[in-house]
């Protein structure tokens, strides 16, 4: 059974910085993609980052240049690096691992809220 334990989130002022952590366990083989989603509330769930087993990210327009998106494959982590946040990016961030048969595990959410 796949298990993926996300950390990090929090509150944290306009400008600031956070660091989401996601771990992953259970069997999701040697070739799995990893990303970073988020839902703030009224609104659908989108796609933030991601990066694949051979290392090429990719990103939101909206995160560019702010977030970036790493891996540790000796421990199956996922980071995301959240820098001079703003309060649009709050919402709940998941993680969603894509295992080497194609089969999609998330995250339990985690809160980030950018406010004053």
């Known amino acids: 059974q796949v298990q993926l334990v996300e950390s990090g989130g929090g509150l944290v002022q306009p400008g600031g910085s956070l660091r989401l952590s996601c771990a992953a366990s259970?069997?999701?083989?040697?070739?799995?993609?990893m990303g970073w989603y988020r839902q703030a509330p009224g609104k659908q769930r989108e796609l933030v980052a991601s990066?694949?087993?051979?290392?090429?990210?990719n990103y939101a327009d909206s995160v560019k240049g702010r977030f970036t998106i790493s891996r540790d494959n000796a421990k199956n982590t996922v980071y995301l690096q959240m820098n001079s946040l703003k309060v649009e990016d709050t919402a709940v961030y998941y993680c969603?691992?894509?295992?080497?048969?194609?089969?999609?595990?998330w995250g339990q959410g985690t809160q980030v809220t950018v406010s004053s």
């Open positions: 990066i694949i087993s051979g290392g090429s990210t």
């Open positions: 969603r691992v894509v295992s080497s048969s194609l089969i999609y595990y």
């Open positions: 259970g069997s999701i083989g040697s070739r799995y993609n």
